[in-house]
């Protein structure tokens, strides 16, 4: 189901049918380096993984993660991003993830623009927040275009890590 659109993409939610897409994303460099290999690697393990999560937070919250699909390239899905309520944070969390032959073409930024105003105008959503790793420049660089600015360093996880919180006012 389409929840929005941009110039170049239509963002919808993801369903189980999106399985190899979801395998393949959750295993390019990028994901395992910043965000952490969930070890998913078949497709029936990606579908269970959209079942209990992004179906999961659809029911629970209205709203989750959305894939992003290039209108002219017969909408081929390239990545995802949206929307997450997670217990260790004070706000709604926004996340992305793309495809490494996607990056630096400002799909991210359309899409999470898009999602900000969906998180507004949807859900009435006043704050929203973000979570990265120190390392990872590319997304920090997204948030900051985002008009999202660094608040604190976290620990929100049991693995101790220390993340980088980013937050705005909407």
């Keep these: 189901m389409q929840i929005a659109q941009t110039t170049r993409l239509i963002l919808s939610k993801i369903t189980v049918d999106d399985a190899p897409f979801i395998l393949?994303?959750?295993?390019?460099?990028?994901?395992?380096k910043y965000i952490g290999d969930r070890n998913i690697k078949t497709v029936e393990a990606a579908a269970e993984y959209i079942k209990n999560n992004q179906l999961r937070c659809y029911e629970e919250n209205g709203y989750g993660y959305y894939k992003m699909q290039v209108k002219g390239e017969h909408l081929k899905t390239i990545g995802t991003c949206g929307l997450l309520k997670r217990d260790a944070l004070e706000h709604i969390d926004i996340g992305f993830s793309m495809l490494p032959e996607y990056h630096g073409n400002g799909y991210g930024y359309e899409a999470a623009n898009e999602i900000l105003k969906f998180a507004k105008n949807q859900f009435g959503i006043k704050t929203i927040c973000a979570i990265t790793l120190p390392i990872n420049k590319p997304s920090i660089q997204l948030l900051e275009k985002?008009?999202?600015s660094y608040q604190k360093t976290v620990k929100p996880f049991d693995d101790d890590e220390e993340l980088l919180l980013f937050a705005k006012d909407l």
């Design 24 to 32: 393949e994303l959750m295993n390019t460099p990028g994901w395992l």
């Design 146 to 148: 985002l008009g999202l």
